[in-house]
């Protein structure tokens, strides 16, 4: 045998992560929130169906649109509602939308060696029945802001909504809310609007649109088709 | 004459084969105020009277909810009934978890009744001084059990456990025949008018008095105390109902008795 052969570096190549794609958006109102997601699930670059919901009812008045690794956004979903029971025995309602964003934040640091590949957004409506939503990133860490998206398609919306929805500068007075003043409508129609585009770019975004709107009323579910390329 | 000796551990048997501690604890349960359990072919409906500590405090809570289609009613040491309603909870919670289905009412009674048989057989923990009335509902309908601190359990058409519960027994007794075709709201009524031959003094009203159903279409919820007493009120109005002439029975108060559903054991002289 020849000296110069080396033992060849056998690396791994099970990762106990996938990525299903994907993108999911929110955006607060001042007396709404609108949490849409789109309904592809892949692997790769195959599609494993086009009909799958990425948006979990939490609370009455909170719901979590996640995407990422969705056997870990079931396991997280799991996770919370269990501990939304418990919450609802022990104190006699139902969890407001900023503690379920706090006990969202901790769950996922818990995890902090091992994190669930779930990149998450939450939207609801806050104790004072105004429009709220929080955006995450893997491990917890989370910011309250007025719209957020994440995922596959992200990157695509995010400069759009910006351009739409973002406040003017914090540095002016008097201070301006974070929530949009667009109408329940309008922000339903730029979240259409913003998903046909980023479907026509991002791969794993299309199929179907699923989007639920929360209010003082209820929890409102809308549905509608997008590229299926 | 043998119950002193034998009656220490848990763990001891006496020479007539019983174990004093475990029928000891069943006594806790009959000290505690009546609970009052009924069921028909759609509802359950749980009764119970609260005690109050004097008049200035608040009733004790005797219902809890386990889950949306199970809730329970206690009769004994309220702190031993509160620890295991937390722990019914966390089981209905895991089997949901696992399974994605609200845990059957059979399995949940079982498991309670394995724990308590735990403490019937380890010398450093002592029984459960509770009687539990489980009103449950799943997929084979509507169902009533009682755990005992024995680790025994039954299940029942009707049942009162706790104090004077025998007055509330014979009431349902005459009754309970009729309660599978009964309504929702006639069960109610049958549940309240037995709770009422359990007490001892005093007047039933919306505070002393709660009441909790779960059924067919209807998840687990305790009544308000204003709802009870409308009920309250409307039975007094019916003069068509024939007073309930039931004589109490004289064994009840203190003097240790056993109910002849309980391990057949007898009386001690």
């Not at chain 1, 998903?195 to 026509?200: G, I, L, V």
């Not at chain 2, 059957?104 to 309670?112: E, H, K, M, T």
């Not at chain 2, 029984?127 to 601190?149: I, M, R």
């Amino acid at each position: 045998m020849a000296a110069t052969e080396g033992i060849k570096q056998h690396h791994s190549t099970w990762s106990p992560y996938d990525n299903n794609g994907g993108t999911c958006i929110a955006i607060a109102g001042s007396n709404y929130c609108v949490i849409a997601a789109d309904t592809r699930m892949s692997t790769g670059y195959s599609i494993l169906t086009r009909d799958y919901s990425k948006i979990c009812n939490l609370a009455d008045k909170c719901v979590m649109a996640s995407s990422g690794f969705q056997a870990d956004v079931k396991a997280l979903q799991k996770n919370l509602s269990a501990r939304h029971l418990i919450y609802q025995h022990q104190h006699n309602k139902q969890m407001s939308c900023p503690a379920m964003a706090q006990l969202l934040s901790n769950t996922l640091y818990y995890k902090r060696f091992f994190p669930y590949y779930s990149f998450n957004v939450l939207g609801g409506l806050d104790n004072e029945g105004k429009g709220c939503v929080f955006t995450y990133d893997a491990v917890g860490s989370y910011e309250r802001v007025g719209y957020g998206a994440q995922g596959t398609g992200g990157t695509l919306m995010m400069p759009v909504l910006d351009n739409q929805l973002k406040s003017p500068s914090p540095l002016l007075l008097p201070a301006q809310d974070a929530t949009t003043p667009l109408s329940e409508s309008e922000a339903v129609d730029l979240v259409k609007d913003v998903f046909a585009s980023a479907a026509e770019r991002d791969i794993y975004t299309g199929d179907g649109l699923e989007i639920v709107v929360v209010n003082a009323e209820g929890v409102k579910r809308e549905f509608l088709e997008l590229r299926r390329d | 004459m043998f119950r002193n000796q034998y009656d220490t551990d848990v763990t001891t048997w006496s020479p007539a084969g019983r174990l004093f501690q475990v029928e000891y604890a069943m006594e806790a349960v009959k000290q505690g105020s009546a609970a009052v359990g009924l069921r028909s072919k759609t509802h359950v409906v749980l009764v119970c009277v609260g005690k109050a500590n004097s008049e200035f405090s608040s009733h004790q809570k005797k219902i809890f909810k386990v889950d949306d289609h199970i809730g329970v009613a206690i009769a004994g040491l309220t702190a031993d009934g509160r620890v295991l309603s937390l722990h019914m909870r966390s089981e209905c919670i895991h089997y949901k978890f696992l399974y994605d289905s609200p845990l059957p009412v059979g399995r949940l009674v079982v498991q309670l009744a394995d724990k308590a048989q735990v403490c019937t057989q380890r010398s450093w923990t002592r029984p459960y001084g509770v009687g539990l009335l489980v009103a449950g509902l799943d997929e084979t309908g509507p169902h009533l059990y009682q755990n005992c601190p024995s680790g025994n359990y039954f299940e029942y058409q009707a049942f009162a456990i706790g104090a004077r519960s025998q007055a509330a027994k014979t009431y349902l007794e005459r009754k309970f025949e009729t309660f599978p075709e009964c309504s929702r709201n006639e069960l109610i009524r049958h549940g309240i008018i037995s709770v009422k031959e359990a007490l001892a003094e005093g007047k039933l009203n919306g505070s002393n008095c709660n009441v909790a159903v779960v059924g067919i279409g209807e998840a687990f919820n305790t009544l308000d105390s204003k709802t009870v007493q409308q009920i309250i009120d409307s039975l007094e109005d019916r003069a068509d109902e024939p007073p309930v002439d039931v004589a109490p029975v004289e064994g009840e108060q203190g003097a240790v008795q056993d109910d002849t559903d309980q391990a057949a054991a007898p009386m001690e002289t």
